[in-house]
Structure formats: C-alpha cells, structure tokens
C-alpha cells in the first residue's frame, strides 16, 4: 500500500543544499557582475524601509541640535544683555563725569571774576526736612568756611553757611521761608529785599513801593548792603509784577539765577567778617538793610 504522506528531505541535506547555493551566490558575485542588476533592484525596493527605520535617529539629532541652538541663542542674549548693562552703565558715568567738569569749568571762570577769596566745595547733604532750603556741603571752618558765608554757583547766589563745623558746613538757600537779603535792580539800582518763599524756583520782594520802577526781565544783583553777601553777584530775574492802587507795595515774583536743586559744586566765600549777633541777613531789620 502506498503511503499518504512522502517523507521529503532531511533537514540536513537541505542545510548542505542551502550552503551550496549560498557558496555559489558569493563565487558568482565575486568574480562575475551577474547579480549586479538584482542587487541594485534590490537596494532601490530597500530604501524606503531604511528611511523609515533611520527617521528616529534623524529626528532625535534634529530635536537635539535644535535644543542646543535654542540654549545657545539664549546664553548669547544674556550674554549680550549684561554687554548692554556695563556699556550703559559706563556712558552714564561718563556722562556724569563730563557733567561734573563742565560745572567745575564754570566755577573756576566765576571764581576768577570774584573779588573775594573762594573754595571750591561739593554738596554732600540735602535736609530731609521739606520745610527748610539746606544743603550740606564738605568744606567747615578748618577750610575757612565761617558761619555767614556766602555761597553760589555759576549762575549766581544760592544762600549763605548758617552753620560751619569742622569740616562740613550747612547752608540755607536764599529760597528757604526764613531768608531774606538785600537786593537792587541790575538796570536802574532801585533796592528791595528778596524774601524766600519755600519754593526752590520763586523769590518775592518785600517792602517794594508801588510806584518803584520795575518790570518784568529786570535783572536782581545782591546789594551788599546786608553785609553778607557780596555786592554785585546775580540774585534772579523778574518774572512777574502786580500793582495794585488800593495797596502800597508791589507784588514781584523773581526766578533765582542759581541752580539751587542742581549744583553739585559751588564755591563758598571764605573772606568774611565774623558773624553778626543775631546771624542770618534775613533776620535784619529792612528799614536797616535800605
């Protein structure tokens, strides 16, 4: 009887007949170009499967090389933002430097057109007080600088030492509430007193007869008649004038010529008299001071 199922061959004889093939396939590709359009065939059906198996590595170097260009942008901007601070910082201290050289110019041309002895001396105080006009200043009396010291700018007079210690002094301006001096008129010579107001940008004449010959853009000189300040040094300018018929005197309103919230340097005048009893100009009698 002829069996159902034929036994085909064992696994190894199709091992050997594997091996053979094998063999021959390397001989014929090593010595012939046979297979050469196979294989091309091949490579060309293989390529889309090794662009797909490849897309993770790619996509892993693309994310990582745009992390590092994203954190190297970043270093580089706040690399670049602490350049900008330091230059920044350097242009406003230079500008602050030629601020400062341009002020101590205009001291030196002013300390040569002034008659008397003067020092050079740097604001290093400002009173907390809102309702008085001081400034400390880094120059006392072991400098020369007595109480009543007269003390300006460039521009013109800002006050004058109303205390001097050993080595800083304090000084009220002429804008403070509680001061006064003698002024007069650059064209004409009329004489009034400049009382301050308690506003750094506002004087006010006292005691200016209605009738007295002045008007607005009149230039104000200190008189030296107070004994303090000396005599000739701009005071302010005019800027308003109001009469009225039914009062005695006028209402005049002056803009100081000193920079009195802005100078850094002034010069303090140190050949003065010794201080007067009762101390400020503005506490003398004005009857007295005209």
């Known amino acids: 009887m002829k069996p159902l199922f034929t036994r085909g061959p064992s696994p190894e004889s199709r091992i050997v007949v594997l091996g053979l093939v094998a063999t021959a ?3 014929i590709n090593l010595y012939t170009d046979w297979l050469d359009p196979a ?18 590595s790619r996509v892993g170097g693309w994310a990582g090389e745009q992390l590092r260009t994203r954190e190297e942008l970043l270093e ?9 601070m330091l230059l920044e910082q350097q242009a406003q201290l230079l500008a602050a430097v030629r601020a400062e050289n341009t002020q101590l110019k205009e001291l030196m041309n002013s300390a040569e057109s002034v008659d008397q002895r003067v020092l050079v001396a740097q604001v290093i105080g400002v009173s907390p007080d809102p309702l008085e006009h001081v400034l400390i200043i880094d120059k006392g009396r072991s400098d020369g600088v007595q109480q009543g010291a007269a003390i300006m700018d460039a521009s013109g007079l800002l006050g004058q030492v109303i205390e001097a210690g050993d080595i800083s002094s304090r000084v009220v301006l002429i804008t403070d509430a509680n001061h006064a001096l003698p002024v007069q008129v650059l064209r004409n010579s009329v004489r009034a007193v400049a009382e301050g107001t308690g506003d750094l940008y506002r004087l006010k004449l006292r005691h200016l007869a209605n009738t007295s010959d002045i008007r607005e853009g009149d230039l104000l000189l ?14 302010g300018e005019v800027t308003s004038v109001s009469r009225d018929p039914g009062r005695a005197f006028a209402d005049v309103e002056v803009q100081p010529r000193g920079r009195m919230n802005r100078s850094r340097f002034v010069l303090a005048v140190i050949d003065v008299e010794p201080p007067v009893e009762n101390g400020l100009e503005g506490s003398a009698d004005p009857a007295a001071q005209d």
């Open 25 to 27: 396939l390397i001989l």
């Open 222 to 235: 200190s008189s030296g008649l107070g004994g303090r300040f000396p005599a000739g040094y701009p005071v």
């Open 76 to 84: 580089e901007n706040s690399r670049l933002q602490h350049q900008v």
């Open 39 to 56: 294989r091309e065939r091949l490579s060309s059906l293989a390529a889309p499967f090794y662009w797909i198996t490849d897309t993770p």
